[in-house]
């Protein structure tokens, strides 16, 4: 009785600062989720304003070797600095490193792709359209790794798809689409045919790698730093060997403060984005991209002079349902 008595005096006590932990817990997802959505939504409009003639200037094989090499040197330095060098000191074994050569494919792939696709669409087009990666990561994240997920919660995800389609109706330009060969300013909503198939494309390898990173980061028990160092140095290794083949452009030409910016952006949230995986989830990165939304659209409207419909309120109130309903 008296040892109860004590375990239940030492849980009221541990209480506070379990709810004090719980609400600084909160607080870090929620900061960490609002900056992924800024940096996710503000990255179309960002390769939008480095366009010159309607054409982006640099190489993007180029921009992405960057990207991978400052997200390999803040993983080692997060590394040394968490796990000291000892945790370098042996040489890992080929079958916990060789997994993570299959993302590191898929993501330069994408990265790639990105960049390439808006002489295709405008930004907005694209952020709405990239919306059909929930079907294809909700349908691999249930099926690969096997997570059963509620009525309410497929309602939802359904809730994310019909707000990308109702925006993307809302907001295509479809006299834009009849003049083939067009080069305009980029202030018109509009999107081509090739646009709609590297859409298809780039969810279903988004799709893809989110599962499988995920998978693979959660079956591995090692620093969250070292899984990224792995995941990396293929990164490094693949994009450069794709960068020295592309000879369209020098290696930095027409490299800009925006362009920096970008690099800079995309670093920040691959390495974020791989925090979300090994201890969130993928839908997290879904409802992720939805919200993007809101940022994509209204940065559109006050960089580039798209126009806004009233219809756009009506796919962000069913986002916020979609969230609702998926976290209740």
Known sequence: ??????????????????????????????????????IYGSHAPLINLTKVNGRVPFSSSSCVVLIEFTKLIVSLVTLLLTEGTSALRTPPALLAVAPYAVPAVLYAFNNNLVVYMQAYMDPSSYQVLSNLKIASTALLYSFCLRKRLRAAQWLALGLLMGAGVCHSYSSLDFEDLEREGETGDGARLHITAWGLFFVFVYCCVSGLAAVYTEKVLKSQKTPLSLQNLYLYVFGVLINVVSSFSSSEKSFLEGYSATVWLIIAGQAANGLLMSVVLKHGSGIIRLFIISCSILVNAVLSWAVLGLQLSPVFLLPVSMIGLAAYLYYK
């Open 1 to 38: 009785m008296y040892w109860h008595i004590c375990s239940t005096e030492l849980s009221e006590l541990e209480s506070p600062l379990r709810r004090r932990r719980r609400w600084i817990w909160r607080i870090q997802w929620c900061f960490l989720l609002g900056l992924m959505v800024l």
